[in-house]
């Protein structure tokens, strides 16, 4: 072989490392680590912090872990669509008579949204009509342009059964 031909071959082989090399650097750099379990235990921790706030009865920390675009969606009820309505729903959760719980048993994130479900229980104790419900909830959140997630999607409904209605007496 000629001198020209093993240094077009060595030029080659040189330039098809560097293409290589470059290739895997890029690669590796473009690649977004993957935070799905930093990100669950985000909403994890979120969620039971907005548990403790409702137990303070603050009525504004308690909306304020909705997104500006968040919607409750509550048993028996229109969904709320904006601020002034999540606030009312839960303003009967907020009376002194009211005791609500709720532990999230799931969580997972990917990219930026995540979901938590789990059980509530709650109380009212009113003397006309006592409620004592267990339920079950799903929460959607969404990472924010600041980096904290915020419920977008709120739902609950009580695990008991729908009460029939009293038979018809006849007359």
């Known amino acids: 072989m000629s001198r020209a031909v093993c240094y077009s071959f060595s030029m080659l082989r040189k330039t098809l490392q560097a293409t ?19 990100d669950a235990a985000a909403i994890q921790a979120a969620d039971e912090q907005w548990a403790a706030v409702v137990q303070k009865k603050d009525l504004d920390a308690t909306v304020s872990y909705y997104a500006a675009d968040g919607v409750l969606l509550p048993p028996s009820a229109p969904i709320a669509k904006d601020a002034k309505g999540i606030r009312d729903v839960w303003t009967m959760f907020m009376s002194p008579d009211a005791s609500l719980t709720w532990k999230a048993t799931k969580t997972e994130a990917s990219g930026n949204l995540g979901y938590a479900y789990g059980t509530y229980h709650l109380v009212i104790k009113d003397p006309k009509s006592p409620v004592d419900e267990i339920g079950k909830f799903s929460e959607v959140w969404k990472r924010q342009a600041d980096g904290k997630w915020k419920c977008i999607v709120d739902a609950f409904n009580s695990d008991q059964p729908v009460p029939t209605p009293a038979p018809e007496v006849k007359k």
């Open 20 to 38: 290589l090399i470059a290739t895997a650097i890029l690669t590796t750099a473009c690649t977004a680590p993957d935070t799905h379990e930093a």
